[in-house]
């Protein structure tokens, strides 16, 4: 996709001039029209996430038997093993359509047992809840909580970016994230050795919950698409080494809509690919604090006009969004 513009991450951390202002006002206008950007300059280690993509695809291929000793508990508890049948996603705007193809594995914060009371207050719901952790492949728990840090200090970053977009203190949203449970997931692809249904993607069309979400996906066949103002979709392929970033509904709330949480799914493979494109996509879905309160923000303001939304504590929200692209049985 030709319009999502690259954003050096770098300039903006390193600089403190005019080319800070330059990626802070393409933040802004990117966020506006598309929703969608690269981001390069990230400082994320290269080898840690070839590492993170080879362990998963080694989890992913084994015996089903075997991932569902670290299966999901509940529903609406995004830790662990979710296979294929389990979730449609363009159930989560109302839409009715066949389960997504995909397998996933997610975690989210690593609480220890004596963190203390917030953790474990009524509104944490299920937001951290204990991580499972298969015992095969070797080394899988270290990667993935190595990857969870770099995510952690990635998007701290970034949304100080954003409230520079915004005119703001670039640490407005700071003691809005710092317990933030934002849910890491290696998303698997697998071959289709058996056609889909009519209407079946490997992810239906949705916009994401939370604040951003942080992708690094491979490049076999059958990939990400947005939809663009015209109405169609396009194909979104980043730039080796970039990340994909794009807005979620939590920051287009934040927003009053003046940042878009753009339509998005991934596609099936061409039939005459169906075997042997296998993806893989690791994701970070960046959620704010359970108890940050989600409101208007000063700079998005329409003259006299109210709010597009009622504030809303993103723990509650997401709650709701996770329960709604569950496959009843």
Excluded at 73 to 96: F, H, N, V, W
Excluded at 140 to 166: N, V
């Amino acid at each position: 996709m030709s319009v999502v513009p690259v954003i050096d991450l770098s300039t903006f951390l390193d600089d403190s001039g005019a080319a800070r202002r330059e990626v802070a006002e393409l933040t802004d206008r990117t966020c506006r029209e598309i929703g969608f950007l690269f981001v390069t300059g990230h400082r994320v280690p290269q080898d840690l996430s070839q590492r993170l993509h080879a362990l998963s695809k080694d989890f992913f291929r084994r015996e089903a038997a075997e991932k569902m000793h670290v299966a999901q508990p509940a529903s609406d508890i995004i830790r662990g093993y979710i296979g294929q049948g389990k979730a449609a996603l363009a159930a989560t705007l109302g839409e009715t359509s066949p389960p997504d193809l995909k397998e996933t594995f997610s975690i989210g914060p690593e609480v220890p047992p004596d963190a203390g009371p917030y953790y474990a207050a009524p509104g944490s719901r299920n937001h951290f809840a204990p991580n499972l952790w298969p015992e095969a492949p070797e080394g899988w728990r270290d990667a993935f909580l190595e990857y969870w840090d770099e995510m952690g200090r990635l998007s701290a970053e970034l949304m100080r970016l954003f409230a520079c977009a915004h005119g703001l203190d670039e640490e407005h949203f700071t003691d809005s994230i710092d317990r933030h449970v934002s849910v890491l997931s290696a998303m698997y692809y697998p071959d289709q050795d058996v056609p889909p249904e009519t209407g079946q993607l490997r992810a239906g069309a949705h916009t994401d919950f939370g604040t951003m979400t942080v992708l690094k996906p491979d490049d076999a066949p059958g990939g990400l698409q947005v939809r663009t103002s015209q109405g169609g979709w396009a194909p979104v392929k980043a730039p080796p080494g970039a990340f994909i970033l794009n807005v979620g509904d939590m920051m287009a709330r934040w927003t009053n809509d003046r940042w878009v949480s753009t339509l998005h799914r991934v596609v099936n493979p061409p039939p005459d690919l169906a075997v042997g494109s296998e993806r893989l996509s690791i994701g970070f879905f960046h959620q704010p604090n359970y108890d940050a309160v989600v409101e208007c923000l000063s700079s998005c303001r329409r003259d006299d006009a109210a709010p597009k939304y009622p504030p809303v504590l993103a723990g509650d929200y997401l709650h709701a969004q996770f329960s709604s692209q569950v496959v009843k049985e």
